[in-house]
């Protein structure tokens, strides 16, 4: 079956998501508000309607016992026919007695208590199917019950006009509000537009700071961290650039004399010549050899930093002891010795890195060792942590250069007659870095310089899981 296409992601705008978070939350706090406006509002009439019905039930009890006693001298009924234009048209009233007899009663109202007797005070009531507001209170005397009522409907009426009419002004002003945010988020994300151009409109190897006018609080680690990582990238950059001009330039020594002693063999009668001129060319060519790998040695290091979450448990002394057998034939070549005190110590790291460390400490006491000197080689473990010690009979290396021998090139006024490149111990510092060792320099007992980096140990295995040799991970980086 054919592999779908996997959807890209989509594009979204944080100016819209900002604008519409802040249109919603506006709205929201808007409606809200107007909910509670309302609400207030409509509590705010009913207690003014209910104060007004209870004036209404204060006076009909002025006049009650005015109209009872004159319907009484008369004798009439009790209903009582009040007109529209003294009392309201929706009002409707009840008067008992204390013992439960009706002694008037406004037209169109219903001779059955509105509430029962029994309960004074403000309550809602549906009565004849409409819901009604009722009032029931007792005289000063205590001899007779007023009830009064009102229709609900009535006073939505009143007070519902008054509160829609406030739905137009609140309208306009959230869209006045909802565009001045929008305005105020385009200012406020100004700077991310700024940033936007500026890093478009920039040259593949322009690396300047990035200028933003003013930017928010927000902006400022992205601004800060991009300058940042502009500024590595541009050291990065001229260190690469330093690199290769030094590579060439030191190059250029060992070829030339690749070129003369070549030259010299075309030019020789002799056999006795013609082979002393091509051991010489040999010895050239070794020593260009040993500057390429040196360099290649030091660039593929860089390959190895995404390889450190991968570095494993290693014997220090397993891996010493795998270099020196490999570097006894070159020892042997210039007379000299290798002798080793290997003391068991348990380092986590690359096992490539740390023989190719273990490897140019060695070499380099090789080469800067007397004929027929010793190169003694340590590890262990102390209360310090591993260590590695490489210590030689050579001249050594003055204290005021120790810092200077770590950079690439660097070779000390003395190393003229030594067959060497200045990258072995800037390799060391790459390693010991990577490694997150410590290297330092100092004066042997044999006379000449003493070398120790110091491993930070392994943590502990879990039982029966003895300590293994790096895996082939970094070998393969450095086999290319």
């Not at 050594?396 to 120790?402: A, E, H, K, L, R």
Request: charged fraction near 20%; include cysteine.
């Amino acid at each position: 079956m054919p592999r779908t296409a996997e959807a890209s992601p989509r594009s979204w705008s944080l100016r819209r998501r900002v604008l519409l978070l802040t249109a919603t939350v506006t709205a929201t706090a808007w409606l809200v508000g107007g909910a509670a406006m309302f609400l207030i509002a409509r509590h705010a009439s009913d207690t003014l309607f209910d104060q007004r019905l209870r004036d209404i039930a204060g006076a009909v009890l002025t006049f009650a016992d005015h109209e009872i006693s004159e319907l009484q001298a008369a004798g009439g009924d009790i209903v009582h026919l009040e007109g529209a234009d003294r009392l309201g048209a929706h009002y409707h009233y009840q008067i008992w007695s204390n013992t439960g007899e009706l002694l008037l009663v406004s037209v169109d109202t219903p001779r059955t208590p509105l509430v029962p007797l029994d309960r004074t005070g403000f309550s809602t009531q549906d009565v004849g199917g409409v819901p009604m507001r009722v009032i029931v209170l007792p005289s000063g005397d205590g001899s007779k019950l007023l009830e009064v009522s009102e229709p609900v409907s009535a006073r939505s009426a009143a007070v519902d006009p008054g509160l829609a009419s406030l739905a137009i002004p609140m309208a306009l002003s959230l869209a006045v509000l909802v565009g001045l945010s929008a305005w105020l988020v385009r200012r406020a994300t100004r700077a991310l537009g700024e940033s936007a151009r500026e890093m478009s409109q920039r040259s593949p190897d322009d690396l300047r700071p990035l200028s933003v006018t003013t930017p928010p609080e927000e902006l400022r680690p992205i601004v800060s961290a991009l300058n940042a990582l502009f500024t590595r990238i541009e050291n990065a950059l001229a260190a690469e650039r330093r690199f290769t001009s030094a590579a060439a330039h030191e190059l250029r020594t060992p070829l030339a004399s690749i070129k003369i002693q070549a030259q010299v063999a075309l030019l020789t009668q002799s056999d006795s010549e013609r082979r002393l001129s091509l051991e010489r060319l040999m010895l050239s060519i070794d020593g260009a050899a040993h500057m390429i790998d040196q360099l290649l040695t030091m660039s593929r290091l860089d390959g190895l930093i995404a390889l450190r979450a991968q570095a494993v448990r290693l014997q220090l002394d397993a891996v010493a002891a795998h270099v020196i057998d490999e570097m006894r034939p070159l020892a042997a070549r210039r007379q000299q010795q290798i002798t080793e005190k290997l003391g068991a110590a348990d380092v986590q790291g690359l096992e490539f890195a740390v023989a190719v460390l273990l490897r140019n400490l060695i070499d380099n006491a090789l080469r800067y060792g007397p004929t027929g000197g010793i190169v003694r080689v340590s590890t262990g473990t102390d209360a310090e942590g591993c260590f590695a010690l490489v210590e030689d009979a050579g001249p050594g290396i003055p204290p005021d250069q120790y810092k200077q021998v770590f950079e690439r090139f660097y070779r000390l006024s003395n190393d003229a007659a030594v067959d060497g490149c200045g990258i072995g111990l800037s390799i060391v510092q790459a390693v010991v870095e990577m490694q997150g060792a410590q290297v330092t320099l100092g004066r042997s007992d044999l006379g000449g310089l003493r070398v120790c980096v110091r491993f930070a140990p392994a943590p502990a295995l879990e039982a029966a899981a003895p300590p293994v040799m790096a895996p082939s991970a970094a070998a393969a980086i450095l086999a290319t």
